[in-house]
């Protein structure tokens, strides 16, 4: 199935060029050519990179990748492969691999519905993480937000059965609309009466925990594939 956001230029992301630290770009330097993916419209072995065959967990917008690269070395029987287009991030990220030694994390810069559409075999994946997207917060820009049923049915192609689907927002119209959207899908069952408790190994970030402190919500949502 061929799922595209991007129709009448529409993307659910904004391309931010963003500075470079020293080391982002040494990272990306001394790092990427071991740790990044390079996109391809073709389908990709992606135990190949890790020299063995595990359950495949993919991250699309990881952002600065500090939780990416947590819950790899939290999680060494998985395989992690990070999606995202913003080259600061993907620096940060590499950076963290290479400093400290994670084995079994990938990276590829590009958009995600292009690597879901044209690089990963259905029912391939063990797990899908989508950690507090672009809410979009404005009405007028909320069909822009990412999960939107075509989208969520193109993760389910992609996931194998009983695999898992984990979304955090803290935006309560956002998780509504999740809510909403994930519940529809005949393939996917909840695993909770609503919202999930926070799985335990999705760490708590400083902007988070500085925003629970202050009473803001935040909503984790976890779903498997029948």
């Known amino acids: 199935m061929l799922y595209d956001p991007l129709d009448h230029r529409i993307r659910s992301f904004v391309t931010r060029a963003g500075r470079l630290s020293t080391g982002q770009a040494r990272a990306l330097e001394e790092f990427g050519p071991r740790f990044l993916i390079d996109y391809r419209k073709e389908l990709f072995d992606f135990h190949a990179p890790f020299g063995r065959t ?19 070395k939290a999680m060494p029987d998985k395989d992690f492969i990070g999606v995202e287009v913003h080259t600061p991030g993907v620096g940060s ?3 963290l691999i290479g400093e ?3 084995g079994n994390l990938r990276v590829i810069q590009h958009d995600a519905v292009e690597v879901l ?7 391939s994946l063990a797990g899908v993480h989508i950690f507090f997207p672009d809410p ?15 989208f969520v ?7 194998a059965p009983g695999g898992y689907l984990h979304c955090a927002t803290d935006w309560e119209d956002y998780a509504v609309q999740m809510l ?13 009466e609503g919202y999930a408790e926070k799985p335990s190994y999705r760490p708590l970030t400083k902007f988070e925990n500085r925003g629970l402190k202050l009473g803001h919500g935040v909503w984790d949502l976890v779903f498997t594939k029948r």
């Open 100 to 102: 400290e030694g994670i």
């Open 54 to 72: 595990a359950p495949l967990v993919l991250e699309i917008g990881f952002g600065m990748g500090g939780t990416t690269a947590h819950i790899a």
């Open 153 to 159: 049915k193109l993760l389910c192609d992609k996931l």
């Open 136 to 150: 979009w917060h404005k009405a007028r820009h909320n069909k822009r937000r990412l999960i939107q049923p075509p």
């Open 93 to 95: 990220l590499l950076k």
């Open 117 to 123: 559409n044209n690089m990963i075999a259905d029912a």
């Open 180 to 192: 909403e959207v994930l519940g529809a899908e005949p393939l996917l069952q909840n695993t909770a």
